[in-house]
């Protein structure tokens, strides 16, 4: 596996990252609106088409003790879901402390001069690369 894609599923936002399995890093690409429960389709067809992975991983919002939650069950139905809809493999991996691991990279790179206030908004796919560099570290072959 060379290419992978990362999400980071939340009520109104889903963060997308591209990652690759050679160098076991991720970067953001995009971050899709979700509207009635459904993400935009349209939107991820396309990045399904541009990056052409060959497996897909799905961040699991678990509760600090491990736990579920309802955006558990979201994250799950998205990832059965797309699962589906592309035909290929998706993997769950464990989210707690991404969030907290990409706001602090993003702060990082405001303090650097690397990203700006107004890109906020895309902290949601520096969650998604985070979510599957994880992933990568514990499946360095793919």
Known sequence: ????LGFDVGTRL???AV???MTGS???VDVLTVHD???DWARL???????VPAMLIVG???????GEQSI??????FAEQIGQRYQLPVALQDERHSSQEAARRFANARAAGTKRRQDARKIDAMAAAVILETWLDNHPSG
């Open 1 to 4: 596996m060379s290419c992978a």
């Open 14 to 16: 889903i963060g997308v």
């Open 19 to 21: 990652g690759n399995a």
């Open 26 to 28: 991720a970067s953001p």
């Open 37 to 39: 429960q459904q993400p």
């Open 45 to 51: 067809d396309a990045i399904i088409r541009q990056w």
């Open 60 to 66: 699991l919002p678990l509760t600090l003790d491990g």
């Open 72 to 77: 558990t069950r979201q994250a799950r139905r």
